[in-house]
């Protein structure tokens, strides 16, 4: 829906179930339509980032870009994680080498401290982010596997954009999104923190939080068996 074809009636009637089947409050419910917005990409003319993302990945100028920018509002990602996405697409994440164009730092990744800290590096080639992703890898393949489907590997444009296509793209996107935003938050800890945690507690934190959306989509309407073998996986 257009902003122009949205109803300009008050929505605090609306009674609406987050992914944890718990109601949404006023305020947030308008933080939700407002990032459903910043999501829909109607218009035909091609956004400096996603040119910005082709070259930085290799891909065709005709790349078909409205599959990309569903996947967030798509996945069963919590709002926090679908919000991380979407300023990462922007590349508005505030990587050290976006902090060394500044002049306010010397561009190393905070968590191996050898490469120049850049999306691609941090979330997908530091050694350091590795347990993040061979969790979800064995999270998600084992649940694809036991119903059937051949195994999934997240390259680089997949833990980008997200993936497509796949009949289990709303699932898989969602373990990606997920992962993606507790690496920030792993990153941010080893740089702030005075006693930060050990990656395992971050991964640790991650699963319950997968397990948690997926619980809760196991007995929602859309139900599927992956959900179960998912949950039973983590």
Known sequence: MSVDERPTMSISFLKVLDVYG??????KLRSKLILSQLYCRNNQTKLHTESRWEERLGLESNFKWQHIWKNGLDSYAS???????????YNAIFTEHRLSLMGLSNGLCILCKTHHENLIHLFCDC????????????????????????????SAQNIAL??????FSNVINTLIFETKWYIWKYRNDTKFSIRPLQI??????????????????CHGEESNEIFQYI???I
Not at 127 to 154: C, D, H, Q
Not at 200 to 217: E, G, P, R, T, Y
């Open 200 to 217: 395992q507690s971050f991964v640790f934190f991650l699963k319950a939080d997968l397990k948690n959306i997926f619980s809760h989509k």
């Open 127 to 154: 050694e350091k982010v590795k347990p993040f992703w061979e969790e979800a890898n064995r999270i998600i393949n084992r649940a694809l596997n036991a119903i059937g489907y051949p195994s999934v590997t997240f």
């Open 231 to 233: 949950k039973d996986g």
């Open 22 to 27: 718990k109601f949404i409050k006023y305020n």
């Open 79 to 89: 709002i926090k994680a679908k919000n991380f996405q979407w300023k990462f697409l």
């Open 162 to 167: 997200g993936y497509n296509p796949h009949k």
